[in-house]
């Protein structure tokens, strides 16, 4: 594909026109950096994470279990884990506009002003449980999906009877007060995140570290992502965080240039025994063919949902000059698509309308489907080429007469009639 100029100007746009996302709170004005994901958006996003579990579930070369956390848990947890203490980025204030920014993130034109010396601001959202305020009544929303993992280990291992290795996987909100959040959904205060634990032996976790780094760059190129778009980055010793020994970031390359899109971590034993010394629980793994103890190495891939949305709409977003006009489009991939068989009666007549029902109505029991009456036909097909409809079914006036439809593929435009008791069979081989 060839670079698409203004392209982060032009997603922006087209998200919020045909409802994939919207600014949160827009008749109000809007919350800066706070969004709403509409009907497509919605489908999008469900699609992504569907493909997500599909791919960890479904496959013999892993144990994963998957779990649902709540989003408010014990203080003690953010203790334990560290988010109280070290979950902080330093922060410096622009003194004649009390404008704020992560000391990282100063503007070029304002580093040579008057700044504050920085100092560490918690990223954690907090807020207070039960109707008295105290010092006990303290709670955080949660920064990670991973800690629910953490703390759950001896509850999933136990009744679920797992054998190392074995992961748990968590998907689900997470919330960061970012100082400078921006760059539309690329980074915001509330976000989703899907994150896998994996538990292994010491002696296997460079081996899953590989199998997980690949295995999770596989996926992004299976979802539709280019492999040109793509790469991997390891982290260099002072970027490690502070429970890392090895970390991996697939770095994806955004209208801006190159950034994360998944971090891949050994995070030792660091998690499970925090949360055993702060909690008293044995979190240990029992080895009962050797009678050992053992505390699990866990592997973390942490990958961002609703950043994965972006990355996908930046990388499947076309444009293509015909007959001197701009057709633009998503090549979403038939699995992902939020609408994958748009069904468009020639005209509004009864007839074409009763048929487009009956081919809806078979479709959509297996397919995503959408039936368009409005507007030219022309016009159709490139509302549907811009929401990103791999196909779209054509009824006319000879289908009447021939019981055959026209089906127009997005990406070649070809057109090839077929009949309509053969419809489903022809997508179900997709
Ligand atoms: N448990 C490890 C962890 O949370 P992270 O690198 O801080 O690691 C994992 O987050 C992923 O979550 C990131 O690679 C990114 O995709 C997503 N993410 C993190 N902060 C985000 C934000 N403010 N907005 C959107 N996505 C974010």
Not at 48 to 61: E, L, V
Not at 193 to 216: A, G, S
Not at 361 to 372: A, G, I, N, S, Y
Request: contains cysteine; proline residues 4%; negative net charge.
């Amino acid at each position: 594909m060839e670079k698409i100029d203004n392209l982060f100007d032009k997603i922006v746009k087209i998200a919020n026109s045909r409802g994939f996302v919207f600014n949160a709170s827009s008749i109000y004005g809007g919350l800066r950096s706070s969004y709403d994901y509409g009907p497509l958006g919605a489908l999008l996003k469900n699609n992504i994470s569907g493909s997500w579990w599909k791919d960890i579930n479904q496959d013999s070369k892993v144990s994963i279990f998957p779990i649902d956390t709540a989003i408010i848990q014990s203080s003690e947890v953010w203790k334990a884990s560290g988010h109280l203490a070290e979950f902080t980025d330093p922060m410096v204030d622009h003194k004649p506009t009390g404008e704020r920014f992560r000391a990282d993130q100063v503007p070029e034109n304002l580093k040579k002003e008057d700044l504050t010396e920085p100092r560490q601001f918690n990223l954690m959202f907090e807020t207070n449980i039960g109707p008295v305020q105290n010092e006990n009544s303290a709670v955080y929303l949660r920064p990670e999906t991973a800690q629910g993992i953490f703390v759950n280990f001896e509850n999933v291992q136990r009744t679920m009877r797992a054998k190392l290795p074995f992961g748990i996987a968590n998907i689900g909100k997470s919330f960061r007060n970012e100082i400078t959040p921006g760059q539309f959904i690329f980074r915001t205060r509330e976000f989703e995140q899907m994150e896998i634990e994996y538990f292994c032996r010491k002696e296997n976790e460079n081996e899953w570290f590989d199998f997980w780094v690949n295995k999770r760059l596989e996926w992004y190129k299976g979802i539709g992502i280019p492999e040109e778009k793509l790469r991997l980055r390891e982290h260099e010793e002072n970027e490690l965080a502070h429970y890392a020994s090895k970390t991996v970031d697939i770095e994806f390359d955004y209208p801006w240039g190159w950034g994360e899109l998944e971090g891949i971590a050994n995070r030792g034993s660091f998690d499970l025994s925090s949360h055993e010394s702060s909690s008293g629980k044995d979190l240990s793994y029992f080895d009962s063919e050797t009678n050992e103890k053992i505390a699990p190495v866990v592997i973390e891939p942490a990958g961002g949902l609703t950043r994965t949305l972006f990355a996908l709409l930046c990388s499947t977003y076309d444009e293509e000059v015909i007959n001197d006009t701009t057709r633009t489009l998503f090549r979403f991939n038939f699995e992902i698509a939020p609408v994958q068989i748009g069904i468009l009666p020639l005209s509004k007549k009864e007839e074409l309308i009763k048929v487009s029902n009956e081919i809806q109505q078979t479709l959509q029991k297996f397919f995503r489907t959408e039936v368009d009456v409005t507007q030219s036909i022309g016009k159709r097909y490139r509302r549907q080429d811009e929401i990103g409809t791999p196909y779209c079914v054509t009824i006319d006036f000879d289908s009447l007469e021939d019981l055959s439809v026209t089906i127009r593929n997005r990406d070649s435009m070809e057109q090839e009639r077929i009949k309509i008791e053969d419809l489903l069979d022809y997508f179900l081989k997709i």
